[in-house]
């Protein structure tokens, strides 16, 4: 079945630590977007990437890094610089930019402790 | 910048009543699409309407599409617990994205 995954389910990181969460799609689209939601709270778009080797930076991206090596894959590490990382990371992809709707992984939930 | 609100923010039913969350946009869409996040879950994308005034049903779902295009609701028929979640609509800016509005969370008291 064609999807997206998203791991791990449930992360865990101290303060200071960079962490890395994986998107992987084999439903061959160019588009990936990460998305944060908190709590009781809307989706805030951190990056998108519409091609391979090569991202724009979405509406909170300060504290956060992505490559975009494989249309495949488009990691998201969380760095130390990011205040208040504690949230819920969606990944999604959608043929071209998004016109025709999105395709959302089942989620990461990052907890810093 | 482009701005897409939803209302209620928050919609609480007896089971068996009609449920309706309201889309707004900032500018004219070329679409608008919506999703539904269950408890704990992923968003799911629901359906797009494209033409003005279009109206769409899934099953006890209405989807409707304005006139003007710059609104959206989506209406349910006698709500069931199955129901519960949170449905967000969608539209697409102008360049390469979709904005989504904040969402419309809906509860169902048994």
């Known amino acids: 079945d064609g999807g997206i995954t998203q791991s791990p389910k449930y992360l865990f990181r101290k303060e200071g630590q960079n962490v890395t969460l994986s998107c992987e799609q084999n439903l061959n689209h160019d588009a990936m977007y990460w998305y944060r939601q908190d709590p009781g709270q809307g989706l805030r778009l951190i990056y998108y990437s519409q091609i391979v080797n090569d991202f724009q930076k979405g509406d909170i991206a300060e504290g956060y890094s992505v490559s975009r090596e494989k249309k495949e894959s488009f990691p998201l590490t969380v760095t130390s610089a990011q205040k208040n990382p504690t949230a819920f990371y969606l990944c999604?992809?959608?043929?071209?930019?998004?016109?025709?709707?999105?395709?959302f992984g089942s989620g990461t939930r990052l907890t810093v402790v | 910048g482009q701005q897409v609100m939803q209302i209620p923010q928050y919609q609480h039913v007896q089971e068996g009543e009609d449920f309706t969350t309201y889309c707004n946009s900032s500018?004219?869409?070329?679409?608008i699409q919506w999703y539904k996040q269950r408890p704990g879950g992923h968003p799911v994308f629901l359906i797009q309407?494209?033409?003005?005034?279009e109206v769409k049903k899934q099953k006890r779902l209405t989807f409707q599409f304005g006139e003007a295009k710059k609104n959206s609701s989506l209406h349910i028929t006698a709500t069931q617990t199955t129901d519960v979640g949170t449905y967000f609509c969608?539209?697409?800016?102008?360049?390469?994205?979709?904005?989504f509005g904040p969402g419309t969370s809906l509860s169902v008291i048994p």
């Open positions: 500018t004219t869409l070329s679409n």
């Open positions: 309407l494209v033409k003005s005034g």
């Open positions: 969608a539209g697409p800016t102008s360049y390469d994205k979709v904005i």
């Open positions: 999604a992809s959608s043929i071209g930019t998004g016109r025709y709707g999105y395709t």
